[in-house]
Nanobody, 126 residues
Framework: QVQLAESGGGLVQAGGSLRLSCAAS????????MGWFRQVPGKEREFVAA????????IHADSVKDRFTISRDNAKNTVYLQMNSLKPDDTAVYYC???????????????????WGQGTQVTVSS
């Protein structure tokens, strides 16, 4: 069982930065690929970024590439999403998720992930 808790959301002006954190419970954090997704009311959950258990393989959605960076610290059981050059279109609830995937595997498919946090709101004003 993995429990996830996001933090770091808030209100920021366009062009600003935020760093989201997701703390995970459990002793086998490095066995899980981690992902960030976001959702706006009335729309489907959207993939943002994912990173494999070892932290050496990551993927980012085209919409955030070169602006957002996913990383993880397995010693702290934490995954991060550094968000720079934020735009109003980035406004959403951001969720972290965990999937038991061995090796260098990552996934952009939400149904791959069996564990989800409660989400943290990010609001970008214009």
């Amino acid at each position: 069982q993995v429990q996830l808790a996001e933090s770091g959301g808030g209100l920021v002006q366009a062009g600003g930065s935020l760093r989201l954190s997701c703390a995970a419970s459990g002793r086998t954090f490095s066995s899980y690929a981690m992902g960030w997704f976001r959702q706006v009311p009335g729309k489907e959950r959207e993939f943002v970024a994912a990173i494999n258990g070892g932290g050496y393989n990551s993927i980012h959605a085209d919409s955030v590439k070169d602006r957002f960076t996913i990383s993880r610290d397995n010693a702290k059981n934490t995954v991060y999403l550094q968000m720079n050059s934020l735009k109003p279109d980035d406004t959403a609830v951001y969720y972290c998720a965990a999937a038991y995937i061995v090796g260098r595997g990552v996934s952009c498919i939400s149904t791959t992930y069996g564990y989800w946090g409660q989400g943290t709101q990010v609001t970008v004003s214009s």
